[in-house]
Structures are given as structure tokens and as C-alpha cells.
């Protein structure tokens, strides 16, 4: 079983840049959320694809966008990029669209750098 | 707004000792998972706990979900320098779309010491 793979590990960029970031899910997973963790902070919700389409958006502008594809590896887009946007960002996988059980399992993260 | 508060924030301690992490939140979660996170690295998941007053052990570990779906806590019995990380609690609630999204503690980062 092949786990959440992401790339690249790391990525610097200056601001007003814009930035993709990649995510596999696990075998047998089709859904795919993204988070932000900021240093020394819990991670934070992004948004969710399911089968293709969003599923769900967290507090985050609209130069955040996402991507899932039908293989159901995703992409994360940052438009704009601002010095605050220097975190490390996590995709989870997970099957179904929602469930009480909802367990998520991460990737190890992009570490992106904006200066 | 960090709907769920963990404490304590850092903890540090010798190895053999007790120690017990609270998960505190005023809002009902429909699940709560445990996750631990070595640094540059994504978290990776300990426990899932679904019903409340539920309890799971996992070897040394024991992980608590209240009664009322609010809180939760993790104790871990003997410490040994391989427990050393951030350790974050995190509860499942839906959102507007039909999805399922992770709320996550503020992290508790525990070092074991020999």
C-alpha cells in the first residue's frame, strides 16, 4: 500500500509569486484535504476535494485554489504570494466524503519559503 | 479562532515517568484523533476515538474521549526517548459542502530525556 506522497519537499519563492504544489493520496483514497502549519502551530484547514470537486473550504482567500484530478492526486495553487504564506503544507487522504470516522492519514509536507 | 486547547504547551521530562496531555474544547466534535508529528515531517495518526467515554490503549499509550465529546486526553505510562515530538489532538466536524475537516489543537511538544 503506498502511503500520501507530496512534492516538492521544499520550495522558496518571492512575494507576488505563484506556487503549485503536488499531492498523491494513498492507494484506495478518494479524498484529498489540504492544511497550512504555520511554526508552532496545529495545522490548518485549506479546503477538501472529493471525486473531482471541493467539498468543503476553510478561512483562507480565494487565491488558494485546488485542483483533484481522476486519479485523485491534487494539486494546491497560491496565487499572490505574501510572507505569511511561509509555512508547511500538508495533504491528508482519506476514504469518502464524510464520515464521523473520518480518519485522514498526511503526506510529509511541502516546506514553502516566500520571501 | 483554536477551538480546541491543549496543555500542557511544552513538557519536559526523565524517562520512566508519567505523564498525561489534555484536549479541551467548548464545541462537540463527531470524532477526535491523535496525531504525532516529528519535526519537517507530516503528522501521523495514533488513535481515532468515536464514542463518548471511550477509551483505547495503544501499548503505553491511553487515549480518553469524554463523555460529552468535548475533550480528550492521552497519558502515556513510562516514557522512553521515542516519544519525543509534537503531539496534536484534532476533531472531525463537517463542513459546508458535505466534506469532513480536521480542527487541530495548539500542540503539545513533549522531549523524554534520558
Known amino acids: 500500500e503506498t502511503g500520501v506522497t507530496q512534492s516538492p519537499t521544499h520550495l522558496i519563492k518571492t512575494r507576488g509569486q505563484q506556487v503549485t504544489l503536488r499531492c498523491s493520496s494513498q492507494s484506495g483514497h478518494n479524498t484529498v484535504s489540504w492544511y497550512q502549519q504555520a511554526l508552532g502551530q496545529g495545522p490548518q484547514f485549506i479546503f477538501q476535494?472529493?471525486?473531482?470537486?471541493?467539498?468543503g473550504r476553510g478561512n483562507f482567500p480565494p487565491r488558494f485554489s485546488g485542483l483533484q484530478f481522476p486519479n485523485y492526486s491534487s494539486e494546491l495553487n497560491v496565487n499572490a504570494l505574501e510572507l505569511d504564506d511561509s509555512a508547511l503544507y500538508l495533504c491528508?487522504?482519506?476514504?469518502?466524503?464524510?464520515?464521523?470516522?473520518?480518519?485522514?492519514?498526511f503526506g510529509p509536507g511541502t516546506r514553502l519559503t516566500v520571501l | 479562532t483554536q477551538l480546541l486547547e491543549q496543555s500542557p504547551q511544552f513538557l519536559s521530562i526523565q524517562e520512566g515517568e508519567n505523564l498525561t496531555v489534555y484536549c479541551n474544547s467548548s464545541s462537540v466534535f463527531s470524532s477526535l484523533q491523535w496525531y504525532r508529528q516529528e519535526p519537517g515531517e507530516g503528522p501521523v495518526l495514533l488513535v481515532t476515538v468515536v464514542t463518548g467515554g471511550e477509551v483505547k490503549k495503544l501499548k503505553r499509550l491511553t487515549f480518553q474521549f469524554g463523555d460529552a465529546r468535548k475533550d480528550s486526553s492521552l497519558h502515556i505510562t513510562a516514557a522512553q526517548p521515542g516519544d519525543t515530538g509534537l503531539y496534536l489532538c484534532?476533531?472531525?466536524?463537517?463542513?459546508?459542502?458535505?466534506?469532513?475537516?480536521?480542527?487541530f489543537g495548539t500542540g503539545t511538544q513533549l522531549k523524554v530525556e534520558l
Open positions: 476535494y472529493y471525486r473531482e470537486e471541493e467539498n
Open positions: 491528508a487522504s482519506s476514504l469518502g466524503r464524510s464520515s464521523s470516522y473520518n480518519e485522514q492519514f
Open positions: 484534532a476533531g472531525a466536524r463537517g463542513v459546508t459542502g458535505g466534506g469532513n475537516k480536521l480542527t
